[in-house]
C-alpha cells in the first residue's frame, strides 16, 4: 500500500467553481502534512502547510483529519491559474524525507 | 533573496556513463534533500544532507551518491547509469532546526539516458 494515496484526477471544472481534492496517508507516525503545487515540466512549489486546527490562506482551505488519516485541499472561485498537478506531502515523524502522492491533475476551464 | 540553484537543466547520456548534478540552497538555508520525479509520478526521496553528512536515505541503490560542501551546496553523482534513471532530479533546501520542516524546490535537472 502506498504512503500516501490520492485520486489522481483529471479534475476539469468551469471557472468559478470550487474544488476539493482528498488525500490519504497510511503512517499514523507521519508529522508534518503539506500541500504542493506543480505546473507541467516545473518544479513541486509549496502551497501550504496543514495544521491540525485547519488553516486557510486566500481562496485555499486545508483540513487534516489524524483520526481517519486523510487530508483535504478546497479550493473556491477557481482561476485559470489554478490549472496545475496537486501533491499531497507527508513526513514521518521519525525522518527528513517528503512522502508524496502521485498528485491530483486540475484543468479550469473558461 | 536568491531561490534553489541546479545545474544544469538538461542532459543526456548514454547507459553505463556516470553523471553529476549540483544544487545551491536558498539563502539561509543548511540543508539539501534529493528527489527522482518519473514521468506521472510524484517524487521520490534519494537522500539528505545536513552538516555535509548524508542524515537519511530512501530505497534507492548505492550507484546514486551524494556529497554536500561547506557553503551548504551539494551534489548528486549516478554511476552506472540505466535507462530507468532517466527522470526530473529535485533538489530541495530547508532549515535542519526548522519546527515544520518546509521543503522549497529548484527547477531541477532532466536527465536522458539514451
Known amino acids: 500500500r502506498k504512503e500516501v494515496e490520492q485520486d489522481p484526477g483529471p479534475f476539469n471544472v468551469p471557472e468559478g467553481a470550487t474544488v476539493a481534492f482528498n488525500c490519504t496517508y497510511s503512517n499514523s507516525a507521519s508529522q508534518s502534512f503539506f500541500w504542493y503545487r506543480q505546473d507541467c515540466r516545473k518544479e513541486p512549489k509549496l502551497l501550504m502547510s496543514?495544521?491540525?486546527s485547519g488553516n486557510e490562506d486566500g481562496r485555499f482551505t486545508a483540513q487534516l483529519n489524524r483520526a481517519s488519516q486523510y487530508i483535504s485541499l478546497l479550493i473556491r472561485d477557481s482561476k485559470l491559474s489554478d490549472s496545475a498537478t496537486y501533491l499531497c506531502?507527508?513526513?514521518?515523524?521519525?525522518?527528513?524525507?517528503?512522502?508524496f502522492g502521485k498528485g491530483t491533475s486540475l484543468l479550469v476551464t473558461p | 533573496d536568491a531561490g534553489v540553484t541546479q545545474s544544469p537543466t538538461h542532459l543526456i547520456k548514454t547507459r553505463g556513463q556516470q553523471v553529476t548534478l549540483r544544487c545551491s540552497p536558498k539563502s539561509g538555508h543548511d540543508t539539501v534533500s534529493w528527489y527522482q520525479q518519473a514521468l506521472g509520478q510524484g517524487p521520490q526521496f534519494i537522500f539528505q544532507y545536513y552538516e555535509e553528512e548524508e542524515r537519511q536515505r530512501g530505497n534507492f541503490p548505492d550507484r546514486f551518491s551524494g556529497h554536500q560542501f561547506p557553503n551548504y551546496s551539494s551534489e548528486l553523482n549516478v554511476n552506472a547509469l540505466l535507462l530507468g534513471d532517466s527522470a526530473l532530479y529535485l533538489c530541495?533546501?530547508?532549515?535542519?532546526?526548522?519546527?515544520?520542516?518546509?521543503?522549497?524546490f529548484g527547477p531541477g535537472t532532466r536527465l536522458t539516458v539514451t
Open positions: 496543514v495544521y491540525s
Open positions: 530541495a533546501s530547508s532549515l535542519f532546526r526548522q519546527e515544520n520542516y518546509e521543503q522549497y
Open positions: 506531502v507527508v513526513r514521518v515523524n521519525s525522518g527528513y524525507a517528503l512522502n
